[in-house]
């Protein structure tokens, strides 16, 4: 055996552990959607776009396209902790050629919902995400004089 093995079989045993702590904490759909985010990043020339800064200092982006009051595209960006990225995706997706009025009555428990759950320390996560998203909305509808 050299360092080498050494080290690798180290960082397998390390992330095998680290793997079984997030399953116990967290449901398979959150680990997933931050694993494998879906619309993660900025999109070109969004139609609107919000970025809020929530109290845990997670900080999250909401950029929307938008047709005939239509979500045809939407991405999201945060700086924040695997919930608030799987917060963000499945959000994405739960939003997605619907249209404004249809997602106007998403709240935090439907997120939490989609995920499968959220532990309590965590749900702010969801929070920021829904409040982002609205304040990406709100600003579309100013832009276009519809509030």
Request: with cysteine.
């Amino acid at each position: 055996m050299n360092s080498n093995d050494d080290f690798s079989r180290l960082v397998k045993d390390l992330q095998k552990k680290i793997d079984k702590l997030e399953e116990n904490e967290y449901s398979a759909t959150v680990i997933n959607e931050y694993r494998n985010p879906f619309q993660f990043g900025f999109l070109q020339n969004p139609d609107t776009y919000a970025q809020v800064k929530g109290p845990c200092g997670d900080t999250m982006r909401f950029d929307l396209k938008i047709q005939d009051d239509i979500i045809t595209d939407a991405w999201f960006w945060t700086d924040g902790c695997g919930a608030s990225v799987a917060c963000g995706s499945m959000l994405t997706k739960m939003i997605t050629n619907k249209s404004i009025e249809e997602i106007a009555g998403i709240s935090k428990d439907n997120l939490l919902i989609a995920l499968h759950g959220l532990p309590a320390e965590h749900q702010h996560c969801a929070i920021l995400a829904i409040t982002t998203l609205h304040k990406s909305i709100n600003k579309y509808q100013r832009n276009i004089g519809k509030i």
